[in-house]
């Protein structure tokens, strides 16, 4: 059986927010591959683990829009 291929247009909206996934017909796929981008992410070195630290109040906050 050949595989069903979607055009954008007929795609669901993406999910909001990461408890959207849950009801999503695509959470399942959407989850996996913010896991692979989130693990490429780290192999690459983008990211470096810290302590928090609730002291630093004069940290900047990034703006993520």
């Known amino acids: 059986m050949p ?24 959470g399942t796929e959407f ?13 690459k070195d983008c990211f470096k683990q810290t302590e928090a630290n609730a002291t630093t109040a004069d940290a900047e906050v990034l703006p993520l829009i």
């Open 3 to 26: 595989k069903l291929r979607l055009h954008r247009d007929q795609l669901p909206d993406a999910p909001k927010r990461w408890k959207d996934l849950k009801d999503h017909s695509f």
């Open 31 to 43: 989850a996996q591959a913010a896991r692979a981008e989130l693990d490429s992410c780290w192999a």
